[in-house]
C-alpha cells in the first residue's frame, strides 16, 4: 500500500529531523567499538527477520526466497562484516608526508562523520538498496533518516521492525511514502544524501541538494551493454548472460540492457540462450516458482509499450513476448531487427526483455556504445586479450566485468557505482564509508616554523629560495 503524503504527518518528519539534529554530533563522536556494536545488533536483527523478509518479498514481487538470501540479505550481512573487520583501520587518522619547506610540522587526515544523513531507495532490491549504504552511514557515524521505495510496502514493513529492534529514532529511522514524502525529506538541510534511483530523478534530487550545497551519492541507471566476440565459446558463457538478465525479472540495474554480439556467433548463441531460459524456468515461466512479477502495472505497461512498438517497428520476438496483466507477469524474451530509434535501444528496459544486435567489426561496438550515454557496467565475452583491451580502452563504464555478469557488485573491495548519467560518486565498502565521511586535512606545527621565510618584508635573499 502506498502511503499518501497526507496520511505521513509531516510533523512527524519534522520531529524526528529535530531530534537526529541535536543528536549527530553526539553519535559522530562515537568510537569504532560502539559503531561495531551497532553494526553486530543490526546484523543480528537483520538474521532475526529473515523469514519475514522472504515472506514480504513474495508478496511485494513473487521473489523466490533464495534470491532473497543472495541477492537482498547476503550482500547487506556480507557489507556488515567487511565494514566490522576494517572500521577501526577506515576510522584511524592516516599520517600523510609534507613538503621540506615545512619542516617541523605533522600532517594528517582525520576521518569524521558528515552528520545528517538521508538515503533514499528504488524497490527493485528493497532491502539492499536501503541497508547496504545504510552499513556505510553507520561506520561513517551519521544519524539517518531513511525512504525506502513506496512500492514495496510489505518488505518496508519488515524493515522498519528491523530498524526499530536496534536503534532509536534519533538516530536512525525509515519515513514511509512516496514521492511528496520524498520531496519533504529534500526540503531539509542534511549533510549527505545517497539516492539510488532513475537518472532523470537523480538530477532533480541534485539539484535540490544544491540548494543547501549537500554533497550527494546518486546511484542511477542506464543501459548496460553486453558485448560478445567471435572468439567466445558460447555454451561456457550463456548462462553467464542468462542468469543475470533475467535474475528479478530484469528489474536489475546493471543487468545486461542489450547484447551486441558478433555476426558469426548470433544464431549459436540465441539457440543455446533459448535452451538456457528453459532450463532456469521451465517451459512456461509462469509456473516457475523461481521467476519475478514486474513491480507493478504502471512498469508492467511500459515494457508491454516498448515491446509492442518495438514489434511495430519491425522487431523478431525470438523467445518468450507473452504477458499476463493480471499478474504483472512478462515472460523472459528476446528480440532481434529492432529499428535503431526504439524504445527498447533508446531507453534503460529495466525488465526481461532482452535486445539482440550483431556487429561484423569491433569498430562498430565502440560507436554504438559511445552514442550512448555512460553506461553502469559493461560487459565483455571474449578469448582474446587485444579485443578485450580494445573495448575497455575505447569505451568507459561504472564497472566491466570480463567473462561474467554483474557479479562484480559482491566485492566489496571494489567502487561501485557510475559515471556521469550512470551515477555520481561510488559505494560499498571504504569507498561508501568515505562517501559518509569528511576527509579533514589536519596540521600540526612544531616548533620550530619556516614562517619566517615567507613573510614580509620579501628581502633579496628570500626572492632567492
Ligand atoms: P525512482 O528514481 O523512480 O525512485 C527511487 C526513489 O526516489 C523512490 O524512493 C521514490 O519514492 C523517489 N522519488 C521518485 N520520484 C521522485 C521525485 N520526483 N522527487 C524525489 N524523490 C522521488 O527509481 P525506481 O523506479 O524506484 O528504480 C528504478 C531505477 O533505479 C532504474 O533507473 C535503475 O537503473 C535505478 N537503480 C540504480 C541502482 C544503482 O545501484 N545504481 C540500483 C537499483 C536501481
Keep these: 500500500m502506498v502511503t499518501s503524503f497526507n496520511e505521513t504527518d509531516i510533523a512527524v518528519i519534522d520531529a524526528i529531523y529535530d531530534q537526529q539534529k541535536a543528536n549527530y554530533r553526539q553519535v559522530g563522536k562515537t568510537t569504532a567499538r560502539e559503531r561495531i556494536r551497532k553494526l553486530k545488533a543490526f546484523e543480528k536483527a537483520i538474521l532475526r527477520f529473515r523469514v519475514d523478509l522472504q515472506e514480504a518479498m513474495k508478496k511485494d514481487f513473487h521473489k523466490p526466497a533464495a534470491e532473497v538470501d543472495l541477492t537482498e540479505i547476503y550482500p547487506v550481512l556480507s557489507e556488515i562484516r567487511f565494514a566490522i573487520k576494517h572500521l577501526k583501520d ?9 613538503p621540506t619547506p615545512m619542516i617541523g610540522s605533522s600532517s594528517w587526515v582525520r576521518y569524521e562523520p558528515k552528520g545528517m544523513s538521508l538515503i533514499i531507495a528504488p524497490w527493485n532490491y528493497p532491502m539492499q538498496l536501503l541497508f547496504a549504504p545504510l552499513v556505510s552511514a553507520i561506520a561513517a557515524g551519521n544519524v539517518v533518516m531513511l525512504k525506502p521505495s513506496e512500492f514495496t510496502s510489505h518488505t518496508v514493513e519488515v524493515m522498519k521492525q528491523i530498524i526499530a529492534n536496534c536503534f532509536e529514532e534519533h538516530e536512525i529511522a525509515i519515513v514511509e511514502g512516496g514521492v511528496e514524502v520524498s520531496k519533504a525529506l529534500l526540503a531539509k538541510k542534511f549533510h549527505h544524501i545517497f539516492f539510488t534511483g532513475a537518472p532523470e530523478i537523480g538530477k532533480i534530487i541534485m539539484a535540490t541538494a544544491s540548494k543547501h550545497l549537500c554533497s550527494v551519492t546518486l546511484e542511477l541507471g542506464g543501459k548496460s551493454p553486453t558485448i560478445i566476440d567471435e572468439t567466445v565459446n558460447i555454451k561456457t558463457i550463456v548462462s553467464r548472460v542468462a542468469w543475470a538478465k533475467y535474475v528479478n525479472a530484469g528489474q536489475v540495474c546493471i543487468a545486461p540492457d542489450y547484447v551486441l554480439i558478433h555476426e558469426s556467433k548470433k544464431a549459436e548463441f540465441i539457440q543455446h540462450l533459448c535452451a538456457q531460459i528453459q532450463k532456469q524456468y521451465g517451459k512456461d515461466a509462469i509456473d516457475s516458482p523461481d521467476y519475478l512479477r514486474i513491480i507493478n502495472q504502471k512498469h508492467f505497461l511500459r515494457l508491454k509499450g516498448y515491446l509492442e512498438k518495438a514489434v511495430l517497428g519491425g522487431a523478431k520476438v525470438i523467445y518468450g513476448g507473452t504477458m499476463d496483466e493480471t499478474q504483472n507477469y512478462i515472460e523472459p524474451t528476446i528480440i532481434t531487427d529492432m529499428s535503431v530509434d ?13 535486445p539482440i544486435l550483431s556487429y561484423r567489426d569491433k569498430e562498430e561496438v565502440i560507436d554504438f556504445v559511445n552514442r550512448k550515454e555512460k553506461p553502469l557496467a559493461l560487459y565483455i565475452y571474449s578469448s582474446n586479450k587485444k579485443n578485450i583491451n580494445y573495448f575497455v580502452e575505447n569505451t568507459t563504464a561504472g564497472a566491466t566485468c570480463v567473462n561474467m555478469s554483474s557479479v562484480h557488485v559482491g566485492n566489496p573491495n571494489l567502487p561501485f557505482g557510475g559515471v556521469n548519467n550512470s551515477g555520481i560518486g561510488k559505494s560499498r565498502g571504504h569507498y561508501g564509508f568515505i562517501e559518509f565521511t569528511n576527509e579533514r586535512a589536519m596540521f600540526k606545527q ?3 616554523s619556516a614562517i619566517e621565510l615567507m613573510t614580509p618584508p620579501y628581502t633579496a635573499f628570500k626572492q632567492k629560495l
Design 90 to 98: 577506515w576510522m584511524r587518522p592516516k599520517k600523510v608526508p609534507h
Design 342 to 354: 526504439s524504445d527498447v535501444l533508446k531507453h534503460e528496459i529495466f525488465g526481461p526483455i532482452l
Design 446 to 448: 612544531r616548533l620550530p
